[in-house]
Nanobody, 129 residues
């Protein structure tokens, strides 16, 4: 049974940093593409950063240069290091994967909308002074 469990969200001031963690069970990270997504209040869910089965990352425009996706294959965990946070980053952040081995860019842009995905419960990130 596939499970993804996020942790590490919270309240942070603008300019601060947070590190989100995702514990994966039911498959190994070298099998599927994984990614981080977010959904702000009143907005559609969007891609943030994705990593394919060999660890090649892709970042959406809002994350590039500030966020870093990484994996620990020994622990089967995925991380999202978020630096220089702004209030616009406030959202529920989700860790997800999919049955199809998408390229990272494809998964982040369209793949996550397809049926067959696995999602965590989400973790709230609030950036506010």
């Amino acid at each position: 049974q596939v499970q993804l469990v996020e942790s590490g969200g919270g309240l942070v001031q603008p300019g601060g940093s947070l590190r989100l963690s995702c514990t994966v069970s039911g498959f190994t990270l070298d099998t599927y593409t994984v990614g981080w997504f977010r959904q702000a209040a009143g907005k559609e869910r969007e891609g943030v950063a994705c990593s394919n089965g060999v660890g090649i990352p892709y970042y959406e425009d809002g994350a590039r240069g500030r966020f870093t996706i990484s994996r620990d294959t020994a622990k089967n965990m995925v991380y999202l290091q978020m630096d220089n946070l702004t209030p616009e980053d406030t959202a529920v952040y989700y860790c997800a994967s999919h049955q199809i081995s998408w390229r990272a860019q494809q998964y982040c842009s369209v793949g996550f909308k397809r049926q067959g995905g696995y999602w965590g419960q989400g973790t709230q990130v609030t950036v506010s002074s």
